[in-house]
């Protein structure tokens, strides 16, 4: 995969980060920072969630999204 895919879903106040394609995903593993680590089949991290984002009251997304 050449692009990182960031998916910020509203309703269940999360974003999900993938490094490689999300079909791949096999097992999820939490690490108790309300952060969910996504691997594949071989244990790989493929991507991450973060729970509880929360947007702003301005409705701004707490992080940046930078292209270098």
């Keep these: 995969m050449e692009k990182i895919i ?4 509203k309703e269940g ?3 999900d ?3 490689d394609e999300p079909k791949k995903e096999f097992l ?10 996504k691997k594949d089949k071989k ?3 493929i991507g ?4 509880n984002v929360s947007i702003s009251k301005s409705g701004e997304l707490p ?3 930078m292209v270098e």
């Design 63 to 65: 992080f940046k999204v």
């Design 6 to 9: 960031v998916v910020f879903n």
């Design 13 to 15: 106040d999360t974003v």
């Design 48 to 51: 991450f969630e973060k729970l």
């Design 43 to 45: 244990g790989k991290i």
């Design 17 to 19: 980060v993938w490094f």
């Design 28 to 37: 999820c593993e939490e690490t108790g920072q309300e952060i969910i680590l």
